[in-house]
């Protein structure tokens, strides 16, 4: 069973960047299919990125494309998503996830495994 610990949140102003990084424990993250949903307050928790297991395809949510870049390295069992361009409407928790599945899947429930989540506040 996979452990996900994500940092790099923090509090920044729009237009800046920020890193969020997600290390994965207890087994080997290249097994699973990883990606970053956001939830802000009051609202559904949304896929914001998913990679697939070899890294070669991402997938992205229209609201960041462009904008925003998964990535892995299976080396450090851990998984990355590059945030530029950062809007106030981006403020939200930000959680890793994983997944067996290789169907990409927008629904939270698809993934088996969570981070505890990072904050990430863009003011105006």
Known sequence: QVQLVESGGGLVQAGASLRLSCAASGGTSSGYAMAWFRQAPG????????????GNNAYYADSVKGRFTIS????KNTVYVEMNSLKPEDTAVYYCAATESVVVSRAPRAYSYWGQGTQVTVSS
């Open 43 to 54: 609202k559904e928790r949304e896929l914001v990125a998913r990679i697939t297991r070899s």
């Open 72 to 75: 892995r390295d299976s080396a």
